[in-house]
């Protein structure tokens, strides 16, 4: 099951079960993230894209702090960022910059569309950084979502606006991310990795903030709670996503990362009144 090929009994079985557990990971993370992205473009609709990641990071920072003195856990792993966390974190601020800056100026269905690239290059970079083998069945079956995703998108069309370049931007720097969790010790925790991402991503909310030269706004209360409710499916999101990273065959887990733009294409429906054409 899950283009899974034939191994022995005992690895077998441990590996459908690990598979099974990123998959399922990996679709819980999609649906957080696409509720998050929902919130933080009609955030954005209200105050400036640069105030929403600001405040969505530092909330998120908070969270994940909190999350991680319950669990009595450093807040910050042991003896700083080592060469991979510097990394991901670099990684982490591409993908979180551009990928906002995209919710903020292009349509949500789109945005989305183009994230889901991200198995192919994420698979890709397993197969050359960590050496997984990967069969003509798993890349049968990612290269027909990517196909999928290409109705979507339309490339040739009309279907993506020029500002949707910046979601392509997010979507390398968030498969670079991807590969440097699977590759983070495993003695940094989750919580740990959420405040170093939550913490790029207000670094980032800064680095747009400078380069607009526009006056900081502080948020009214709608936009607030949509900054609030963001973070609080981030933390979610980017937990489980944590989770489903660190679990089973990259090749197997990353192609669920697709059910995102299943989810966003409702979402885009239902809230901000997009209307999917028959190809999509």
Same mark, same amino acid.
């Given at each position: 099951s899950l283009f899974a090929g034939p191994v022995a009994a005992g690895t077998g079985q441990r590996s459908v079960s690990t598979n099974r557990r990123g998959a399922t990971f990996m679709v819980l993370a999609m649906a957080a993230f696409a509720c998050e992205d929902t919130l933080v473009k009609s955030a954005t609709q209200l105050v400036? !894209? !640069?105030t929403v990641m600001t405040g969505f990071g530092l909330l998120g920072? @908070? =969270?994940f702090a909190a999350l991680a003195w319950l669990r009595r856990e450093r807040v910050l792993p042991a003896g700083g960022l080592s060469r991979g966390l510097s990394i991901r974190s670099a990684m982490e601020l591409c993908g979180r910059l551009f990928y906002s800056l995209a919710l903020a100026f292009a349509d949500l269905g789109a945005t989305s569309a183009i994230l889901q690239a991200t198995p192919l290059v994420v698979v890709g970079g397993a197969v050359w950084v960590f050496g997984e083998r990967v069969g003509w069945r798993r890349w049968t079956a990612i290269g027909i979502g990517f196909l999928g995703v290409l109705l979507v998108l339309r490339p040739s069309g009309q279907g993506v606006d020029m500002a949707a370049l910046f979601a392509v931007l997010g979507m390398l720097g968030f498969a670079g991310r991807d590969l440097a969790t699977r590759a983070a010790p495993l003695t940094v925790t989750n919580a740990q990795l959420g405040v170093l991402g939550m913490g790029v991503l207000a670094l980032a909310g800064l680095v747009v903030q400078g380069a607009s030269g526009a006056v900081p706004? =502080? &948020?009214g &209360? /709608? !936009?607030a709670l949509r900054i609030l409710g963001a973070a609080l499916f981030g933390v /979610?999101?980017?937990s489980a996503l944590?989770? @489903?990273m660190r679990s089973g065959e990259v090749s197997v887990v990353t192609p669920f990362r697709y059910t995102r733009l299943v989810f966003a294409l409702i =979402? !885009?429906? =239902?809230v901000f009144g997009e209307r999917p054409d028959p190809s999509m």
């Amino acid at each position: 099951s899950l283009f899974a090929g034939p191994v022995a009994a005992g690895t077998g079985q441990r590996s459908v079960s690990t598979n099974r557990r990123g998959a399922t990971f990996m679709v819980l993370a999609m649906a957080a993230f696409a509720c998050e992205d929902t919130l933080v473009k009609s955030a954005t609709q209200l105050v400036p !894209a !640069a105030t929403v990641m600001t405040g969505f990071g530092l909330l998120g920072m @908070a =969270l994940f702090a909190a999350l991680a003195w319950l669990r009595r856990e450093r807040v910050l792993p042991a003896g700083g960022l080592s060469r991979g966390l510097s990394i991901r974190s670099a990684m982490e601020l591409c993908g979180r910059l551009f990928y906002s800056l995209a919710l903020a100026f292009a349509d949500l269905g789109a945005t989305s569309a183009i994230l889901q690239a991200t198995p192919l290059v994420v698979v890709g970079g397993a197969v050359w950084v960590f050496g997984e083998r990967v069969g003509w069945r798993r890349w049968t079956a990612i290269g027909i979502g990517f196909l999928g995703v290409l109705l979507v998108l339309r490339p040739s069309g009309q279907g993506v606006d020029m500002a949707a370049l910046f979601a392509v931007l997010g979507m390398l720097g968030f498969a670079g991310r991807d590969l440097a969790t699977r590759a983070a010790p495993l003695t940094v925790t989750n919580a740990q990795l959420g405040v170093l991402g939550m913490g790029v991503l207000a670094l980032a909310g800064l680095v747009v903030q400078g380069a607009s030269g526009a006056v900081p706004v =502080l &948020p009214g &209360p /709608g !936009a607030a709670l949509r900054i609030l409710g963001a973070a609080l499916f981030g933390v /979610g999101a980017y937990s489980a996503l944590t989770v @489903a990273m660190r679990s089973g065959e990259v090749s197997v887990v990353t192609p669920f990362r697709y059910t995102r733009l299943v989810f966003a294409l409702i =979402l !885009a429906v =239902l809230v901000f009144g997009e209307r999917p054409d028959p190809s999509m």
